[in-house]
């Protein structure tokens, strides 16, 4: 073979770090069904945007939207779906892919700041256990990490590469931060200040720019039009979106999600000492020597030394300081940071001089792979695809609605049984303008019910009740098969 031609092919080491990372990301990604609530709720306003082509507006049903989060997550799964067709492998590739690209980052930036690690830096990513269960889920997280990872590998590139071009890798660096606000919202920010608290701790922090006029630009242009459109659109999203989407969930504890005063400890610690393996240890020797890295930056010219050890453990601490300090706390939203997790192993391996060794890694691929069979096999009611067969051998027809009265509304059905999915209240209740917790009510449901393929579920000690109700409003009801996960299954018919 031509020498022109070897050189354009993949070394042995990188094709067998590209073919690992691929075999974790893909093995066995669409055997489970969708798993409510999280993954039905995204999947659902996705196939929404397919199913009326409005691809501005999110929405769980025809009536209410669905205002939680930005629309890239849901454009990105959106169009998955469009191409490969209505299953959970579609659904849950762009988690997979954003999870790929972060293995190539974690490969790019440790060739900038930890040269010959590069490997290491790649697999380290690839296998740790959190990273790789992640990539099976879908969430806003995995396509936040793509984005973030993105705008700090251009900020690396730009203050401690060869020089050539920073403009450049700045601009890059805000059009993946605006990419990152269009999937999350201002949190995406947040590895931004990481950047600027570099910045103000290096010597040369003038030459940086990050607020280039350019840059600035390319984020207003890419992010601020959705949201422009939306809040002209529905007179009041501004004021949801800030105040309850920003503010309440860092200030309170509102939507209950560990706001205790060691829900920081209780989530992340537990998240960043087993979501690491099998290179928590690795990790544990960084720490111990972080103290004596530190006082090695008391003086400028050890921060210039050593700024590479210094970007990434701002990367790392500013991030993490943010999210401990908001009440609201869940795994998901610490694994951005698992790139500079991984970066920081290759250093310190280096430091170490410890080579990859291949038969362990294999080994522990295995496993994860292993653990991601045994997933698709976990009996829970949260699975919709279980739902869905029990919703088919009950009805043995075309399924084109399910109401949810008074019960959690399992949207992940509508990817199942491609039918819409709305939740039902007994009685009116107020409810916020955005994201109300209640679709409609009964009577309103009932006024405008049509017969045909609606089918119905509530609890089954509701169930008395409920059919009383249906019965007063001039319907009968007319059960399908035995209780379900303790859910009565059942179509309405008017007299």
């Known amino acids: 073979m031509p020498r022109s031609l070897r050189s354009l092919l993949p070394r042995p080491g990188v094709l067998w770090i590209a073919v690992l990372a691929i075999v974790l990301a893909l093995g066995f990604l669409g055997t489970r069904g969708i798993w409510d609530p999280d993954e039905g709720r995204y999947t659902n306003v996705a196939l929404n945007m397919l199913d009326s082509g409005d691809w501005l507006n999110p929405r769980r049903n025809d009536e209410v939207g669905h205002w939680t989060k930005p629309p890239l997550t849901y454009w990105a799964i959106a169009t998955s779906v469009a191409t490969l067709g209505q299953t959970p492998f579609a659904a849950r590739l762009p988690s997979a892919l954003s999870y790929l690209l972060c293995v190539w980052l974690a490969w790019r930036i440790a060739r900038r700041v930890a040269p010959g690690t590069e490997a290491t830096a790649a697999v380290a ?28 590998w251009a900020f690396v590139e730009a203050r401690l590469g060869d020089g050539a071009h920073p403009r450049r890798w700045m601009a890059l660096m805000w059009v993946a931060f605006a990419l990152a606000f269009l999937t999350k919202g201002p949190p995406a920010l947040v590895h931004l200040l990481a950047a600027l608290a570099f910045d103000r701790l290096m010597p ?24 422009a459109a939306v809040m002209v659109n529905h007179p009041g999203l501004f004021r949801y979106f800030i105040g309850d989407e920003v503010v309440n969930r860092v200030t309170t504890n509102e939507f209950g999600r560990h706001g205790e005063w060691y829900g920081w400890l209780a989530i992340y610690g537990p998240t960043l000492l087993v979501g690491t393996l099998p290179w928590t240890p690795t990790l544990w020797r960084w720490l111990r020597a972080l ?15 050593d700024a ?13 300081l943010v999210f401990c300090f908001a009440r609201s706390r869940l795994p998901l939203y610490i694994l951005p940071l698992f790139l500079p997790l991984a970066v920081i192993v290759a250093r310190q391996r280096g430091a170490e001089r410890r080579a990859l060794s291949w038969r362990p890694l294999l ?4 496993v994860l792979l292993a653990l991601k069979f045994a997933a698709s096999l976990w009996p829970t009611h949260k699975d919709a695809s279980a739902w869905a067969r029990a919703i088919n051998e009950r009805t043995g027809g075309r399924v084109t609605e399910l109401m949810f009265v008074e019960d959690m509304a399992r949207y992940g059905l509508h990817l199942h049984l491609d039918a819409e999915v709305e939740k039902i209240s007994l009685e009116p209740t107020q409810q916020s303008a955005f994201n109300p917790e209640y679709d409609e009510t009964l009577a309103q449901e009932l006024a405008e019910h049509e017969p045909g393929g609606a089918v119905w579920i509530c609890k089954q000690e509701l169930w008395p009740q409920l059919q009383q109700r249906i019965a007063a409003q001039g319907y009968r009801t007319t059960v399908l098969g035995a209780p379900y996960q303790g859910r009565v299954i059942f179509r309405v018919i008017r007299e």
């Open 308 to 320: 590479a050890g210094l970007m990434l453990l701002a990367w790392l601490l500013v991030p993490l």
């Open 363 to 366: 080994a522990w691929a295995v």
């Open 204 to 227: 040369d922090h003038g030459r940086s720019r990050v607020f280039q006029l350019s840059g600035l630009l390319l984020f207003a242009l890419l992010a601020l039009p959705w949201y």
């Open 125 to 152: 990513y690839a296998t740790m256990l959190f990273t790789v269960g992640a990539a099976q889920m879908i969430t806003t997280d995995y396509v936040l990490s793509a984005c973030t990872g993105v705008a700090m």
């Open 291 to 305: 103290p004596a890295r530190v006082r090695g930056w008391r003086d400028g010219p050890g921060r210039e030394r």
